[in-house]
């Protein structure tokens, strides 16, 4: 017998598909361990803490607030701190910000009167905004990043503190400058990586009236809304240069198989976000150069010091 012609091929099947293209999916990216602002929060407990043993109001007082329990730990007089505090004196001498003490060159204090409170209350407030801001950043940026930004937000709100005090009459202390600073920053973060966000309009105009409660806040008495809104300025530059995120559909190299060609390949960062980038960082440099140099020409009257908080 002959053997059976071949079958001829499927004319609708077609061409065999191609060969799969190879898959690379890039790993979830896994949150910092946030661990600088539980330490930052240590430290202003420590540091409120040790004002209130070198207060030691019992020595200068009879009408101290809980004496029987604190003992040399207990608060000045309601008529001398609302706040549940020490007194003005050791606050300056511990380095709170005066200007006319930074002007005779303690320009340590610009940063100093960022770790000390007012009391207890105004410990209390700046404290559960710190957790409440700074543990999310800290977990998506890293320790490096919000503790540059913290310091930095916190020397601009004492520079602008400085400046607007031409009369020389404030005793100033509080972290409630760098505490803004982390506020501004998350507006800025919020519009450099805008195209990586789902409900955009929602999530800006949450953050704006979160900030505007909070700067509200500073038209108080007593309160420093100066320092409040120079850290929320250094902060929003600053976030610009700190916060940049990539831009949706980036692959990092590391993560592409050998071989591989991505024909389209995206880059990094969009060309506004360089922008922002380069132009926020002049800014703050520039602002920066120009408050410490106008805070080194003025001089300031001395008057009677009268204490305020950040």
């Given at each position: 017998?002959g053997?059976?012609?071949?079958?001829?091929?499927?004319?609708?099947?077609?061409?065999?598909?191609?060969?799969?293209?190879?898959?690379?999916?890039?790993?979830?990216?896994?949150?910092?361990?946030?661990?600088?602002?539980?330490?930052?929060?240590?430290?202003?407990?420590?540091?409120?803490?040790?004002?209130?043993?070198?207060?030691?109001?019992?020595?200068?007082?009879?009408?101290?607030?809980?004496?029987?329990?604190?003992?040399?730990l207990?608060?000045?007089?309601?008529?001398?701190?609302?706040?549940?505090?020490?007194?003005?004196?050791?606050l300056?001498?511990?380095?709170?910000?005066?200007?006319?003490?930074?002007?005779?060159?303690?320009?340590?204090?610009?940063?100093?009167?960022?770790?000390?409170?007012?009391?207890?209350?105004?410990?209390?407030?700046?404290?559960?905004?710190?957790?409440?801001?700074?543990?999310?950043?800290?977990?998506?940026?890293?320790?490096?990043?919000?503790?540059?930004?913290?310091?930095?937000?916190?020397?601009?709100?004492?520079?602008?503190?400085?400046?607007?005090?031409?009369?020389?009459?404030?005793?100033?202390?509080?972290?409630?400058?760098?505490?803004?600073?982390?506020?501004?920053?998350?507006?800025?973060?919020?519009?450099?990586?805008?195209?990586?966000?789902?409900?955009?309009?929602?999530?800006?105009?949450?953050l704006?009236?979160?900030?505007?409660?909070?700067l509200?806040?500073?038209?108080?008495?007593?309160?420093?809304?100066?320092?409040?809104?120079?850290?929320?300025?250094?902060?929003?530059?600053?976030?610009f240069?700190?916060l940049?995120?990539?831009?949706?559909?980036?692959?990092?190299?590391?993560?592409?198989?050998?071989?591989?060609?991505?024909?389209?390949?995206?880059?990094?960062?969009?060309?506004?976000?360089?922008?922002?980038?380069f132009?926020?960082?002049?800014?703050?440099?520039?602002?920066?150069?120009?408050?410490?140099?106008?805070?080194?020409?003025?001089?300031?009257?001395?008057?009677?010091p009268?204490?305020?908080?950040?």
């Open positions: 017998m053997k059976r012609p071949p079958i001829p091929p499927d004319i609708e099947r077609g061409s065999p598909p191609p060969p799969a293209r190879p898959q690379f999916r890039p790993p979830i990216p896994v949150p910092w361990f946030a661990w600088l602002v539980p330490v930052i929060l240590t430290a202003n407990i420590i540091t409120f803490a040790t004002t209130m043993y070198l207060n030691d109001c019992p020595a200068r007082s009879d009408e101290c607030l809980l004496f029987d329990i604190l003992g040399r207990s608060f000045q007089p309601i008529k001398e701190n609302m706040l549940l505090g020490p007194s003005i004196p050791t300056r001498k511990l380095g709170a910000l005066e200007r006319k003490l930074v002007e005779e060159g303690e320009k340590w204090r610009l940063v100093s009167c960022i770790w000390l409170h007012g009391g207890l209350l105004h410990l209390m407030a700046n404290m559960i905004s710190l957790l409440c801001i700074g543990m999310r950043l800290e977990q998506e940026f890293g320790f490096l990043r919000i503790g540059a930004l913290y310091v930095i937000s916190g020397l601009g709100g004492s520079l602008m503190s400085c400046l607007t005090d031409s009369r020389g009459e404030r005793v100033s202390v509080g972290a409630s400058g760098a505490l803004f600073g982390l506020l501004g920053a998350m507006l800025s973060e919020l519009i450099t990586n805008w195209t990586i966000y789902e409900n955009k309009c929602t999530a800006l105009m949450t704006i009236l979160i900030i505007a409660l909070n509200s806040v500073g038209f108080l008495p007593r309160v420093d809304n100066s320092a409040h809104f120079g850290g929320f300025l250094a902060g929003f530059f600053l976030g240069v700190l940049l995120r990539p831009q949706y559909g980036y692959v990092n190299p590391k993560y592409i198989p050998p071989g591989y060609d991505m024909k389209h390949k995206k880059p990094k960062h969009k060309c506004y976000q360089h922008v922002l980038k132009t926020s960082l002049a800014i703050l440099l520039a602002g920066f150069i120009a408050a410490y140099a106008k805070l080194l020409r003025e001089h300031t009257v001395e008057t009677v009268l204490r305020e908080f950040n």
